[in-house]
């Protein structure tokens, strides 16, 4: 190869072009084949954004009866191999989406029961059995009761001297603060899932991801129990109202639900199963007793949660009402009311009495984990995975205060309750109202009980099919004067302890303790490094007890526990 050095060197022209010159081309016509493939994906990209669109202000129904009566309409296939109600519902979306597309117009189909659009959008009920009908007729007579005791005790409590309210929270709060870790035990081999005092707090319920249930004395923490029947993991348990304080041990004390779906029910006296409640199609979370200990609710990660009578061992209610997981559930100490929370991010408070929904706790960012009912009747607590719990007002339907609980997820929550303060009731039972206020009374008329207004200005039943009407003129307007008895009562009663404070459990590895009247934190309890999964205050208040993922639990104490 020759080079020629004396080959001069090439001298660079440069072309110059202003910028308003250069061509803008939003539309892509300056041709080619990427810009061509760029249109395409530009014109799908909006499609799908736009069918999008369409497909949330599709109005589809939730019933699926109703469900498959349009996909036959449609000419579409009722059901598919191993499809559920939910994919069903999908599917239907989408045929219809596709379909009002396709003709520019919404297709309009009419529905066997020639209901409109608008209804359909609306809550929809499905008849309930004898058996439904008979429970929520005794649950009213017992919540009625129950409540009418309530309000006439709050009613005494009001005029309770400022200086005796102030030292017997003063007295509590100041035994909260010496609490401390008095001991833990090594639980299962698994997690540890729940946990549970006994009512009459001498005895201690664990459960664990084995799918055992154990039994511990308190608070010496020796096993003195195992129960085995679940195949899969528990997720929650609940002890009968009246366990270990006057029913037989033969009888139900407690029951747990399980991952393969099933509700058991377990006495003290023997280690098999006394009843399997089956229903659930997937993974039981919280269960609860109802006040009456007649009824035993279970949340499940189905969708839905349950209500069965203990002593037939069967199951009165489905209750649908979230879009996702159901995991916790709490009963009124009424038993009028009981709530439900799961996955969605929502709450949702019910009338057991009618099966409507009385409130919907929507406000908390991610899953509800835990919630309870306060003791005062008209408070429901909410932790979730937003690390904060939600106060709820049901008076005002609204959220009264947002604690920032935990630096993570909130897994439990329970208010305190003194099992001296609060008996149990059987659902039967008659209820001993003689030294109550002679303002509340039941009114035969509206079946409600009447209580004075907030203005004064007269009386009307609180609860009953005519609530919020005029009680008649037998019951005098404004508010009465309590009895001879109700103001004895008054001079020597005293504030009572329940509700004073609530416990939660938090996935960083802390128990707090928090008042319930400014909501403020009482005591920081720290366990071990594993996330706490639950907690649970014993009755005598003496003891609150957690248990932790790192299959451990522990019990927490004060200067007056041992």
């Given at each position: 190869m020759t080079v020629d050095w004396h080959r001069p060197y090439l001298t660079p022209t440069f072309i110059t072009m202003d910028i308003d010159e250069l061509v803008v081309d939003n539309t892509y016509q300056l041709g080619g084949?990427?810009?061509?493939?760029?249109?395409?994906?530009?014109?799908?990209?909006?499609?799908?954004?736009?069918?999008?669109?369409?497909?949330?202000?599709?109005?589809?129904?939730?019933?699926?009866?109703k469900v498959r009566e349009r996909l036959r309409a449609?000419?579409?296939?009722?059901?598919?191999?191993?499809?559920?109600?939910?994919?069903?519902?999908?599917?239907?979306?989408?045929?219809?989406?596709?379909?009002?597309?396709?003709?520019?117009?919404?297709?309009?189909?009419?529905?066997?029961?020639?209901?409109?659009s608008e209804e359909e959008e609306e809550e929809f009920y499905t008849e309930g059995s004898d058996a439904l009908l008979h429970a929520r007729r005794k649950l009213a007579r017992y919540s009625l009761a129950r409540a009418r005791k309530r309000i006439a005790r709050q009613r005494i409590e009001v005029g309770l001297p400022l200086g005796k309210i102030v030292n017997v929270r003063k007295a509590v709060f100041t035994d909260l603060k010496t609490f401390s870790n008095?001991?833990?035990?090594?639980?299962?081999?698994?997690?540890?899932?729940?946990?549970?005092?006994?009512?009459?707090?001498?005895?201690?319920?664990?459960?664990?991801?084995?799918?055992?249930?154990?039994?511990w004395s308190v608070p010496n923490l020796n096993n003195v129990g195992v129960r085995r029947g679940h195949t899969d993991k528990v997720g929650g348990a609940a002890w009968h109202p009246a366990a270990t304080v006057g029913l037989s041990d033969d009888a139900v004390n407690f029951a747990t639900g399980g991952g393969e779906g099933d509700v058991k029910l377990w006495s003290l006296a023997s280690e098999k199963p006394l009843a399997t409640l089956s229903g659930h199609t997937n993974r039981v979370g919280r269960i609860a007793f109802h006040p009456s200990g007649a009824y035993l609710g279970s949340a499940g990660f189905d969708g839905t949660w349950r209500l069965w009578d203990v002593a037939t061992q069967s199951e009165l209610l489905v209750q649908e009402g979230h879009s996702k997981e159901v995991m916790a559930l709490a009963f009124q100490d009424d038993g009028a009311l009981a709530a439900s929370a799961g996955f969605d991010a929502i709450g949702r408070v019910w009338d057991l009495r009618t099966g409507r929904?009385?409130?919907?706790?929507?406000?908390?960012?991610?899953?509800?984990?835990?919630?309870?009912?306060?003791?005062?009747?008209?408070?429901?607590?909410?932790?979730?995975?937003?690390?904060?719990?939600?106060?709820?007002?049901?008076?005002?339907?609204?959220?009264?205060?947002?604690?920032?609980?935990?630096?993570?997820?909130v897994a439990d929550v329970r208010f305190f309750r003194a099992a001296d303060e609060s008996p149990y009731v059987a659902l039967d039972a008659e209820v001993d109202t003689d030294d109550m206020p002679e303002a509340m009374d039941v009114d035969a008329d509206t079946g409600g009980v009447a209580a004075a207004n907030g203005n004064g200005n007269g009386s009307a039943p609180?609860?009953?099919?005519?609530?919020?009407?005029?009680?008649?003129?037998?019951?005098?307007?404004?508010?009465?004067?309590?009895?001879?008895?109700?103001?004895?009562?008054?001079?020597?009663?005293?504030?009572?302890?329940?509700?004073?404070?609530?416990?939660?459990a938090g996935f960083d590895s802390t128990v707090r303790i928090w008042s319930a009247d400014e909501w403020s934190l009482v005591r920081n309890?720290?366990?071990?490094?594993?996330?706490?999964?639950?907690?649970?205050?014993?009755g005598d208040r003496r003891f609150v007890a957690s248990a932790s993922y790192s299959r451990s639990f522990h019990l927490f104490g004060g200067d007056n526990s041992l």
């Open positions: 084949e990427d810009d061509s493939r760029e249109r395409e994906q530009n014109a799908a990209l909006i499609e799908e954004l736009e069918r999008k669109k369409r497909m949330r202000t599709l109005a589809v129904p939730t019933d699926d009866r449609y000419g579409e296939p009722v059901t598919l191999f191993g499809e559920g109600n939910g994919d069903r519902r999908d599917r239907l979306k989408v045929i219809q989406e596709q379909m009002e597309g396709g003709g520019g117009g919404r297709v309009v189909v009419e529905d066997s029961d020639d209901e409109s008095l001991g833990s035990q090594f639980g299962d081999d698994r997690p540890l899932s729940t946990i549970r005092f006994s009512p009459n707090s001498q005895l201690l319920l664990t459960t664990s991801w084995t799918g055992d249930t154990k039994i929904t009385a409130m919907v706790l929507d406000g908390h960012a991610k899953e509800i984990l835990a919630l309870d009912f306060a003791p005062n009747g008209y408070q429901v607590a909410t932790g979730s995975g937003d690390d904060t719990v939600r106060i709820w007002d049901l008076r005002a339907l609204k959220t009264a205060y947002t604690i920032p609980a935990h630096k993570s997820s609180a609860y009953g099919p005519n609530a919020g009407k005029t009680a008649p003129a037998s019951v005098p307007p404004g508010p009465a004067e309590p009895s001879e008895a109700a103001q004895a009562r008054a001079a020597s009663t005293d504030l009572p302890r329940s509700g004073l404070f609530l416990v939660t309890l720290a366990t071990d490094a594993g996330k706490v999964m639950s907690v649970d205050v014993s």
